[in-house]
């Protein structure tokens, strides 16, 4: 059974349209429907029929029309008695303002996260089910209590994609549809920036100014008030020209979208975008992604975490997932994307003040001389006070300690951090965590495929797995790999996979340009304290398999709790995994196989070093 209240009031069945005579039939119908299967009450099946004046036989008509819509549904819905009223099931059948809701939704988050296209396309088909206005077919009573909570569903839906579309540079297909819309919604003022906004970006500013003009004069005499923070920033931002492409071009950020909430908008102060490029073949991540683009979209409202971590291993991709989030989640942050390493190339961590006179340059206020430690109150001072009252994003990348990371927070609710690092830091306020495991096997051959083509993979399949068995998974592993390969392009696979499957020599042949992935992990060890760092090196032989504390004390030849402090600073460096539990409900631990062979080797060095000091 097919139901639909977006338009007259009707029930199909097979596609075939039931015979549902007068508006009282379909009222009690309706009512039954948008109660979701929750009981409608007698007294609201009368209100809804009949308004304040009710009939003294209400009950018994009430009655007589459930009866005919039981015969005439059939046994596909159950409508039942359920004092103080009735209730309608139906768990085989479709309702199309339910379908159009589930639309509308996945719709709004796609955009929320970037999907531009893919949220114009689910709610243009939310839109189309809607075959006119809504109920129809039903009396006044019902009409005035639910019509204008649909039709404001509707104007989202439709104010949703019509951002999605200026985001995709649609305006100059949105132009008449909107001069439409604005004329039969003159006060409603999302759809008028759009309006501003299609008009300018197809070269019409002074059509756009009309718009706004036209638009303040009817809010003056409908309601006497002016123009609200979102007509009124699209208005500036018409008048400084900085609204976007005015070609075909899609812009980044629809402005009268971006501060629909309400915030100030300063066109002349500066907004940074020192993002580094985004990595055109992104391979995987999917759900972190939707999520980190969620949870930043949450925050750039001020209700979502302020600070949002990426950890995991050294190579896992945990950079190119941050950078990715952020250029597209940047629409949320209009105020501007600040981008600034925690760390130098060795692992070291920098200062503070280094870090904040990086910030502090790209928000338009240099620092003289070179951050003194001395100064750093009043580097704070300065960032905390830039950075007030504006939507920013930041990107930190390579935090070692959390211990100064609050300090990197803007001074504002609408602003997120966005940090990545190798440990797992636990003092920053407010935060939320995303952990990066090494790939599948399929996101591992679609990234080798990026760098080297599908065609010469699939020409041996065989060498391809075994290269991709070598690289473990890990991200930067397998982009080596493929560098690798692509620059001898006459060369077979089978020559990598050769010279990989040799383990002493592997962490050697994953090293091509300025990717080396020994040299990406050793700064996990130096931030290791030293008797973790000899554990790791005394652990290199106990292979792959899971194992607890108590297996690796006996292989260290010391007490348990020893042996498990020492793990947990592994772990907390992504050194090692906790990969579940036993039966006893002990931690089980498991080495990744590249950090063994990085471990094999830091005690082959060791053992080198002694001998040649023996010699000597």
């Known amino acids: 059974m097919d139901f639909q209240v977006l338009g007259p009031v009707e029930a199909r069945k097979g596609g075939e349209r039931i015979a549902l005579s007068g508006s009282k039939v379909h009222t009690v119908l309706a009512s039954l429907l948008l109660a979701r299967g929750r009981v409608v009450s007698d007294e609201r099946l009368s209100s809804m029929l009949w308004g304040w004046e009710p009939p003294a036989t209400a009950g018994a008509q009430i009655y007589t029309y459930m009866s005919r819509l039981r015969k005439l549904l059939g046994d596909d819905v159950e409508i039942d008695r359920r004092p103080p009223g009735y209730v309608l099931r139906a768990p085989h059948s479709t309702i199309d303002l339910l379908e159009f809701e589930q639309l509308d939704r996945e719709g709004r988050t796609a955009l929320s996260r970037g999907r531009h296209r893919e949220a114009s396309t689910l709610l243009s088909r939310a839109l189309g089910l809607w075959r006119g206005a809504a109920l129809g077919n039903v ?40 001069t439409g819309l604005v004329a039969e919604f003159p006060l409603r003022e999302k759809l008028r920036a759009q309006l501003m906004t299609a008009f300018y970006r197809c070269g019409q500013q002074a059509d756009a100014l009309n718009t706004y003009h036209e638009g303040r004069k009817v809010l003056d005499e409908q309601l006497g008030i002016e123009p609200g923070e979102a007509l009124g920033a699209t208005y ?48 995987g991540r999917e759900e972190e992604l939707a999520a980190l683009c969620g949870q930043l979209a949450e925050s750039r409202k001020g209700g979502g975490p302020r600070a949002l971590l990426v950890t995991g291993m050294a190579g896992v991709g945990k950079t190119a997932l941050a950078v990715r989030a952020a250029h597209r989640s940047a ?23 280094e870090v904040l006179t990086v910030l502090l340059g790209a928000l338009g206020a240099p620092v003289d001389g070179t951050g003194r430690s001395a100064d750093l109150d009043e580097l704070i001072r300065r960032y905390r006070t830039r ?47 995303t952990v990066l495991t090494p790939f599948e096997r399929d996101n591992s051959y679609e990234l080798l495929a ?116 020492s793990l947990e600073h592994l772990v907390d460096a992504a050194l090692l995994d906790i990969c579940g539990v036993d039966r006893l409900g002990r931690p089980l631990y498991r080495f990744h196989e590249l950090i063994l062979l990085f471990a094999e080797s830091l005690a082959t060095a060791h053992r080198e070093r002694e001998r040649s000091t023996a010699a000597h």
């Open 139 to 178: 009396t006044e009573y019902l009409a005035g209590a639910e019509l204008a909570r649909l039709e404001e569903q509707r104007l989202h839906a439709l104010e949703s994609r019509v951002e999605a579309d200026l985001e995709l540079g649609r305006h100059e297909q949105l132009t008449a549809e909107l």
């Open 236 to 283: 500036q931002a018409v008048l400084v020209g900085s609204l976007g492409a005015r070609s075909g071009a899609p812009a980044r950020t629809t402005l009268s979208a971006a501060y629909a909430d309400g915030d100030a908008y300063d066109p002349y102060e500066p907004r940074p975008a020192t993002l580094p490029p985004d990595i055109e073949d992104f391979i």
């Open 331 to 353: 629409a949320h942050f209009p105020d501007g994307q600040l981008f600034a390493e925690l760390a130098h190339p060795d692992g070291r961590p920098k200062r503070l003040a």
């Open 387 to 433: 950075t007030a009252r504006r939507r920013l994003l930041v990107v930190l990348d390579g935090a070692v300690d959390s211990r100064e990371l609050d300090l990197l927070l803007p001074g504002s609710d609408a602003s997120a951090v966005l940090i990545t690092g190798r440990a797992r830091l636990t003092r920053v306020a407010q935060a939320r965590t």
């Open 450 to 565: 990026a760098g080297v083509g599908r065609r010469r993979l699939l020409a041996e399949p065989d060498a391809t797995n075994q290269v991709l068995a070598h690289c473990g998974g890990l991200p930067l592993a397998v982009r080596i790999a493929g560098s690798r390969l692509a620059a001898r392009p006459h060369w077979p696979v089978s020559w990598l996979a050769a010279r990989l499957a040799e383990p002493e020599h592997r962490l050697r042949e994953l090293s091509y340009g300025g990717l080396e992935l020994r040299r990406a992990l050793l700064p996990s060890l130096r931030q290791l304290p030293r008797p973790a760092g000899r554990t790791l090196v005394r652990l290199a032989g106990i292979g792959t398999e899971p194992f607890p504390a108590q297996r690796a004390a006996r292989h260290l030849a010391e007490p348990e709790s020893a042996a498990e402090e």
